[in-house]
Each structure stands twice: as C-alpha cells, then as structure tokens.
Nanobody
Framework: VQLQASGGGLVQAGGTLRLSCDAS????????AAWYRQAPGKQRELVAS???????NYGDSVKGRFTISRDNATNTMYLQMNSLKPEDTAVYYC?????????WGQGTLVTVSS
C-alpha cells in the first residue's frame, strides 16, 4: 500500500486548506484512515480518523474546525481545515490501518502565519 499526500502550503491565520491523500495497492474493505501531524519539537499526534463505515474521531484541538472525509470508490481521504491557527503549523501525515498494518504517507507541510 502506498499513500500520497498533497495540499499543504502557507496560509494566514483564519484561512482554510484542504489536504488529500491517495491510497493505492490492496486495500481492505474494512480499514481506518487517519491524519496525524507533527510540529517541530513535538510528538506526532492524531488529528482525525475515519473508518470505512464513516465513523469519525477528532483530536480535541481541531474539533469544530477540521473535517475528515473519504471516498471509498477512489481510495482517497481528505482533511478540510478551517479557521486555521498558527499552532496548527506542522507536517501532516496520512495513515491507513489496513489488514492489521499501518501505512504512512510522506507528509505535507502546513504553515499558518499569524
């Protein structure tokens, strides 16, 4: 399985960005897709996750601002990020839990200026 993330960039505080992650390979009908992020000097943290049945979970710091979604037909996951804050600055990684293993994308940098 390979994951390719895209959509990062530089945005002003209060702005929006949409991240995408394309998955390829043998993907189980039952899986969990997720976005994580890692800011400089900090541990990687869960941003949001979504099961193949659409159940979602969000980190406390992004609830009400970020929305995770997926298109099972194209094996693509998305992260809509609204009301961005400087503390959202990080490298964002997409992840897929598939057949008992976790796969990671290469990361995409999101920078929010104040």
């Amino acid at each position: 399985v390979q994951l390719q993330a895209s959509g990062g960039g530089l945005v002003q505080a209060g702005g929006t960005l949409r991240l995408s992650c394309d998955a390829s390979g043998t993907i189980s009908r039952i899986n969990v897709a997720a976005w994580y992020r890692q800011a400089p000097g900090k541990q990687r943290e869960l941003v949001a996750s979504i099961t193949s049945f659409g159940a979602t979970n969000y980190g406390d710091s992004v609830k009400g601002r970020f929305t995770i979604s997926r298109d099972n037909a194209t094996n693509t996951m998305y992260l809509q990020m609204n009301s961005l804050k400087p503390e959202d600055t990080a490298v964002y990684y997409c992840s897929l839990r598939n057949f008992g293993r976790s796969y990671w994308g290469q990361g995409t940098l999101v920078t929010v200026s104040s």
